[in-house]
Each structure stands twice: as structure tokens, then as C-alpha cells.
């Protein structure tokens, strides 16, 4: 059962309140989201929402012209007209509470949803996942019990519509965004999240390594409907005045904590850079380029001691498990030229990331990996192959990668490539590249073609995959384009505003929204329009066909009730 939707997906009224109630959106001088841009809805559309075992699901609905019936797709973009200064409705805040409740008094239990999965619970989180992704609740509970997906869920995140990664199901895509100590504003970062999820961004990161960390974070935390991640060594580096070597064990849970409590769904946390793998990246082209990876690394050679993060991994453990927050175990030795891929640094590091998803596993806390970064094609599916084996089938999580280092300001395409191959051989979650990587800070324009492009990625995944229904759209799409219906064919695409302006660049009248051709091949040479009359005419000539068919048969039939006499009104003249 569907319902139509009115932007608020719930019933529950947000107040501005994180999930334990206590806090509010940091109100600044001056206002931080005065003048953010609206966020148009998609042509055609309406979000409805499919209605079953309680919950309420959203959904995109396309109207169709020429009798189609209308297509839904999976959305991301969460409740819709929304005073950011209020925040998401929480639409979690029940299910987390009931939870809670049924812990026994002044305990902190562990929260997450790996350890009701092991429990063999069904939450309505993996029932929400279950309806989205169409399986059932049951197969979500078991992927997440033996670790093979996570659903990132942080009870002081209820304002997520629970989403979940994993081989298993539809590729996700992560959008990166955030602030640097050049440029950007609390007010751009929103509006960027806001963008990103409008394109179709699955989870989004919050890499602000500038002013004001705690409360862009938060206006982040409090408007989203998917979960947050964060690299949180960028915000103790900024407690530790940006001194590597002034970090320690204690100062990096205290910001855990902080984070904790905002509602960050994973933490990408780089314990894999040991101190005894640091020489192996001596001799590459591109050394250490993981921002997090290089602070660790520079921290366990100032120290000459093993990585702390290593080493204490266990206390880590408590405090994801009480909050529900999921690791995405960073990959800080990853290759940054292709000429680094798949060397003994990177691999030594996974070895350590499998060693530690079993550590985590035991404390029941989600776990995915992250995986690169530079990699020709020929050396992407070792990735997966191993990463699968080392880490135990534990989602994989990628950053592209980028296939080959030529092209900056294109490094969107040239990730997108390696990104739709590597998630065909089984990454469960692409992180996106926009054409300013190497080069700048994202904006939104950005945003949109990272996004695009990993959609596409994905997507093509999912078809390869032969993941269920994901050829659909495929067919949809080309039948609305066959038939020449121009505006389903805009509508169902993934950017229907490109596709629109560009057909319209050339051929903006109306009328030309009926035409049997577009101004590429023109009317004479429209392969679509000739194929059409190819088919017209095989289908009068199969007409005529069974005409003269049929005539003979009524010939031979008056010739048998005839006497079956050759002519007719006398004998055979022989
Ligand atoms: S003119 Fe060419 S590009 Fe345009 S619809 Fe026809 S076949 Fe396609």
C-alpha cells in the first residue's frame, strides 16, 4: 500500500532535539542557513510512501505519458520543505526508546543493530531496509549477523531512514562533503548535504577540517536523512593544536564520544597504519596520501611506538557499541597513483583490517572497509577478491578507484569508471570523486556531477549483478525513448534537468516534444524513426501476406465444392 507524500515523512515532529532529547541546533550571531538555496523536487514526481508492517517507506513516484503506468525509485532525499533550524523529523526516536527502555535499569547496553541481529531480533530499522530494498526482514537481520552488511544507526541519529550496505543489496554511494580552513561555510555544507541526498547520495561524510567542527557537524547531523560518517583524528588533530605527535588514546575517545552523542552513523578510523608497515611506502611514487593515514603515521614515527588506535581497539569497541556507531576501518596506506596499486604497504594494512573486523565482531560492532583509491582496471578485482577473503565478507567500501592519474578535473569519470567495475565484482558502498579532486574544496556543482556519476556507477553494478528489478529503469527509460515520448524519457533519467536543457538547446519548441527525431541525426536520418517504418512495413507486408494467404484458401476451397475441376464449365480439353 502506498500514501502520498506531504514532505514529513512521520508523524514525529522534530523540535530541533538530537536523540536524547537534551540538545539544539547551535544558534550563531548570525543565522548560518538564512539564504540556502530551495531544493526543487524532481520533474513529474511526487514521493509517496509504501505503507506495511507499520512503517512508512518512501519512495520516488514517476508519472508517465502514453498510458505507462508510473515507475518508483528508491529515494534518499528525505522529508522535503523543512526548517533546517528545526531539523529532520525523528522518525527512529520510537523504536530507539522502546529499545532503551527494555534495557535493565542503569545499564548502557550494547546498542547496535548487529547485536540484535546475533539475537535473532528483527528491528523495525532492518524491517524499513527489508521493505526498501524488497527482501525480507529476516534476510536483512542474517546479513547483518554474520557481518556481511551494516546498517549505520546511531540512537542519537533517529532522524536517518534506515538504509543498509552490503553486497547483497543495491551498490549505495557516499557523498563527501564538509568545510577546509580555506574556505566554506556552515550554510554551503548544509546546502551541499541537502544536494547531495536530493541526487541520490546514500550516506554522506562530513570531512570539515576548519572552523567551527562541532557545530557545522551538527546543523549536518540534525538535517539529515541519511547516516553521517566523519574521519574524527581531523577534529583531535584540531584539539591537538595540529600537532600529530600531541595526539593520544585519551583525547581521541573523548572526540569519539563528542561525536557519539551528535548522532555520527561510522567512523572511518585508520588502525590499520602500523608502525611497522610505514617503511613499506618509502619507495612510492605517491607516499602516504590518506590525510588520516599521514597523521598516524607521522604520530607512530615521533613516537617510534605502535599506532595507538591499533593498540586500544578494544576501548574503541565500547564506545561504538553503546552508541551504535559503525566502523568503516579506514585504508590510510591506500595507493594514490596507480603505480602504488595493490603494493605490500596497501595489503600489510588489510591484513591488519581483517584482523580487526574479527575484534570488532566479537564486541557485535558493524563493520565495513575501506579500499582504494588508485587502481588500474587489470588490478581492481585482486581488491575484492582479497578484501573479501582477509575481511571476512565485511562490506567493502571504496573510494572510486581511479583508473588512471591523467586527468584532473575529470577525476569524477576516471573514478567512475574504476567505481562501476569494482562494485560489479562486489563492493557494497562507492565513495564518490568530483571533478575537483586533487585540484579544491567541492562546491555544489560538484556535488551533483560526483553524485551523478556514482549513480551511474552503481547502477551499472547493480545491472551486472543482476540484482533484482535494477534493469527496470533500463527498459522504462528505453521504451519511453523508442516510443519517442521525450519527457518520460527526461523524467526517468537520472538528471532529467540535463537531459531536458539539452534536447532543448536545439529543439526547445513544444512541438518538437512529440517529434520522431531530435536534432543529432535529424529527421531523415533518425535510426529510431527508420526503424519504425521498417517495422510498418514489415507488418503491412506480413498483412498483405496472409491476404493472399487467405485468398488461396478460399480459392482452394471453392475449387474442391467445385468438383475440384480445372475448367471451369467444361472438361479437360485433353
Ligand atoms: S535523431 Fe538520432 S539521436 Fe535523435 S532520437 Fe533519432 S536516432 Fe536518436
Redesign the pocket.
Known sequence: MTTNGNGNGNGNGGNGNGGNGKRSLPQAGSDPVANLPAIEGFPASEKVYVERDGLRVPVRRIHLDGGEPPFDVYDTSGPQGIDPHHGLPKLRKPWIDARLAAEPGGSRGNRSQMHYARRGIVTPEMQFVAIRENVTGEFVRDEIARGRAILPANINHPETEPMIIGRNFLVKINANIGNSAVTSTIGEEVDKLRWAVKWGADTVMDLSTGKLIHETREWIVRNSPVPIGTVPIYQCLEKAGGDPEKLSIEMFLDTLIEQAEQGVDYFTIHAGVRLAYIPYTANRLTGIVSRGGSIMAKWCLAHHKENFLYTEFERICEVMKQYDVAFSLGDGLRPGSTADANDRAQLAELETLGELTEIAWKHDVQTMIEGPGHVGMHKIKENVELQLKICKEAPFYTLGPLVTDIAPGYDHITSAIGAAMIGWFGTAMLCYVTPKEHLGLPDRDDVKAGVIAYKIAAHAADLAKGHPGAQDRDNALSKA?FE?RWQDQFHLSLDPDTAKDFHDETLPAPAAKGAH??S???PK?????ITEEVREMAKAQAAQAIDVEAGLAAKAAEFREGGQKIYAGGDDPH
Not at 536520418?525 to 524513426?529: A, E, I, L, T
Open positions: 525513448r519517442f527525431f531530435c543529432m541525426c535529424g536520418f533518425c535510426s529510431m524513426k
